[in-house]
């Protein structure tokens, strides 16, 4: 039985239509669910990969290619996770697969998966792939530029500052609100790593929205609070 055989079996025996209905409705009705929760859903992937050796790379893209070919959204969760937790063995042959996942079935419960995730892990180990994520980020494609710019969440003291600075920028006045959310959330995550540079960068570009302002700035605030007793002005 093929890994794919086995997921659809062992999900499928899962299914639960009363929760599958508030799932859909959280999603604003843009997918099918099984109506398999987060908890559950991990353990039984861990039932369907106990004992199966770490894939090849052309099985990973396809294991998740075939996962999004399938109408509920579990299957698409499985895929990320899938390719999050092997993510250090994809290449960059594996990139349009994984840039068909970004766009196909888009939405930000696995674009954002796959950014920090996939793409970035895919990009630290290929140095080479920077140039897709400049490419990204000056491209048209919402979803491509959502994933340049959080591609580096977690790099912490790794993160290319200016690259990452300059698709802020870039996109400072786009008015979709998972782009401006995006921006609030990449430039939050960095201000624990280098918070002036964060504070001189929001301060320098008024264009940017209120919501990546609010969202880029919420721990500065607090750590502001935090500091403001013992400053002596």
Known sequence: MTLLQHLREVYAGAADPEKAAPMRAYMRDRFEFLGITSAPRRELTRQVL???????????TEVALGCWALPEREYQYFACDYLRRYAAALTPAALPAVRTLITTKSWWDTVDILASNVVGVMVAGHPALVSTMDAWAAGSELWLARTALLHQLRYKERTAADRLFGYCARWAGERDFFIRKGIGWALREYARTDPRAVREFVAAHPELSALSVREATKHLEKQGREVEPNNPR
């Open 50 to 60: 106990k004992g199966r050796p770490g894939p090849a790379e052309r099985d990973l």
